[in-house]
C-alpha cells in the first residue's frame, strides 16, 4: 500500500479593507464608550468609566441615565437591546469571566449569567439570541437569554469590542486592526471597513445598527459617530489543509 500526501495550499485572500462613510457625530457623555445599543428610537451608551447606561438622541443629547445596583462590578462593556430590555456586560475583575446583566430601560436589574470565558467585551441581540465576543480567546459565542451556549466561532482579529447585527450578518469592532469587520453567523468573514478613513489612530470599541447606518465609538478620543459602510464583498479567510490518499 503506498500513501500519497497532497499539500493544498488555500492562501487568504485579502481585499484592501472597504469605506466607512462618516454622516454625523458627536462626543460621548462617558469615557471608555464601550456599548452601543439601539431601542428603534434612541442610541443606549453603556459607559467604562462610571458603569452607566444613558440613553441618548441622534443628535448626542443625553436623555436619561442608570448606574445599575448590580453587579456592583466595573468595567462597563458591550450592550444590546432585545426589543424589551437593556442587556450590559461587567467585570467584576480582570481574572473575572465577567457577567451579562439584563435590565429594564429604568434600570430596574432583571436576570444575568456568567460569562464561558475570561474577557468578554461585545454584544448584540439578533431578534432571538444574544451573541457575544471575548477578547481572551478571540472567539463569538450565540447564547440564549439563560446564558446557555448554543453555537461558536473562532475570529482572526485580536482584541474585539461591541458587535452589531443588521438583520443578515453580524459585524464586530476590531480594535487593534481599526476596522468594522463583517461575519456570517457561521464564522465567515464577508468584508472589513477601514475606520481609518475617520482618524489615523482610532480605537473602534462599542457598534449598534439602528436599521439604516451604523453607529461606532472611537475609544481613543470618545467621540461616536454615524457611518455608512460601503463593502466590496469580497475578502475571504481560508487555511491550508493536507489530503491523504491511500492506494
Same mark, same amino acid.
Given at each position: 500500500? =503506498?500513501?500519497?500526501?497532497?499539500?493544498?495550499?488555500?492562501?487568504?485572500?485579502? #481585499?484592501? #479593507?472597504?469605506?466607512?462613510?462618516?454622516?454625523?457625530?458627536? +462626543?460621548? %457623555?462617558? $469615557?471608555? %464608550?464601550?456599548?452601543?445599543?439601539?431601542?428603534?428610537?434612541?442610541?443606549?451608551?453603556?459607559?467604562?468609566?462610571?458603569?452607566?447606561?444613558? =440613553?441618548?438622541?441622534?443628535?448626542?443629547?443625553?436623555?436619561?441615565?442608570?448606574?445599575?445596583?448590580?453587579?456592583?462590578? !466595573?468595567?462597563?462593556?458591550?450592550?444590546?437591546?432585545?426589543?424589551?430590555?437593556? $442587556?450590559?456586560?461587567?467585570?467584576?475583575?480582570?481574572?473575572?469571566?465577567?457577567?451579562?446583566?439584563? +435590565?429594564?430601560?429604568?434600570?430596574?436589574?432583571?436576570?444575568?449569567?456568567?460569562?464561558?470565558?475570561?474577557?468578554? !467585551?461585545?454584544?448584540? $441581540?439578533?431578534?432571538?439570541?444574544?451573541?457575544?465576543?471575548?477578547?481572551?480567546? /478571540?472567539?463569538? +459565542?450565540?447564547?440564549?437569554?439563560?446564558?446557555?451556549?448554543?453555537?461558536?466561532?473562532?475570529?482572526?482579529?485580536?482584541?474585539?469590542?461591541?458587535?452589531?447585527?443588521?438583520?443578515?450578518?453580524? !459585524? +464586530?469592532? #476590531?480594535?487593534?486592526?481599526?476596522?468594522?469587520?463583517?461575519?456570517?453567523?457561521?464564522?465567515?468573514?464577508?468584508?472589513?471597513?477601514?475606520?481609518?478613513?475617520?482618524?489615523?489612530?482610532?480605537?473602534?470599541?462599542?457598534?449598534? *445598527?439602528?436599521?439604516?447606518? *451604523? $453607529?461606532?465609538?472611537?475609544?481613543?478620543?470618545?467621540?461616536?459617530?454615524?457611518?455608512?459602510? !460601503?463593502?466590496?464583498? *469580497?475578502? /475571504?479567510?481560508?487555511?491550508?489543509?493536507? =489530503?491523504?490518499?491511500?492506494?
Amino acid at each position: 500500500m =503506498k500513501i500519497f500526501l497532497i499539500v493544498l495550499f488555500l492562501l487568504p485572500v485579502l #481585499a484592501v #479593507a472597504s469605506s466607512v462613510n462618516v454622516l454625523s457625530s458627536f +462626543y460621548s %457623555p462617558d $469615557w471608555f %464608550p464601550n456599548g452601543l445599543a439601539w431601542d428603534g428610537n434612541y442610541l443606549w451608551l453603556l459607559g467604562g468609566h462610571y458603569d452607566t447606561f444613558y =440613553k441618548i438622541n441622534t443628535g448626542g443629547s443625553v436623555i436619561s441615565s442608570f448606574t445599575p445596583s448590580e453587579p456592583g462590578g !466595573f468595567n462597563g462593556d458591550g450592550a444590546a437591546f432585545d426589543g424589551t430590555n437593556l $442587556w450590559g456586560m461587567f467585570l467584576e475583575s480582570t481574572a473575572s469571566p465577567g457577567e451579562v446583566y439584563e +435590565y429594564t430601560t429604568s434600570g430596574t436589574y432583571v436576570s444575568s449569567f456568567m460569562c464561558p470565558e475570561i474577557y468578554h !467585551f461585545g454584544m448584540t $441581540w439578533d431578534g432571538n439570541n444574544l451573541w457575544v465576543s471575548c477578547r481572551g480567546s /478571540q472567539v463569538i +459565542y450565540e447564547m440564549s437569554k439563560e446564558g446557555i451556549v448554543l453555537s461558536s466561532f473562532s475570529i482572526p482579529h485580536t482584541n474585539p469590542g461591541d458587535m452589531a447585527w443588521n438583520g443578515t450578518h453580524l !459585524f +464586530y469592532t #476590531a480594535k487593534d486592526d481599526k476596522l468594522i469587520v463583517e461575519v456570517t453567523t457561521d464564522g465567515i468573514i464577508v468584508d472589513t471597513y477601514d475606520v481609518t478613513t475617520i482618524s489615523s489612530d482610532m480605537k473602534p470599541t462599542a457598534l449598534t *445598527f439602528d436599521g439604516s447606518n *451604523f $453607529w461606532v465609538s472611537d475609544q481613543e478620543h470618545d467621540i461616536i459617530y454615524e457611518v455608512e459602510l !460601503f463593502g466590496t464583498g *469580497f475578502e /475571504q479567510y481560508t487555511f491550508g489543509r493536507i =489530503k491523504t490518499l491511500f492506494r
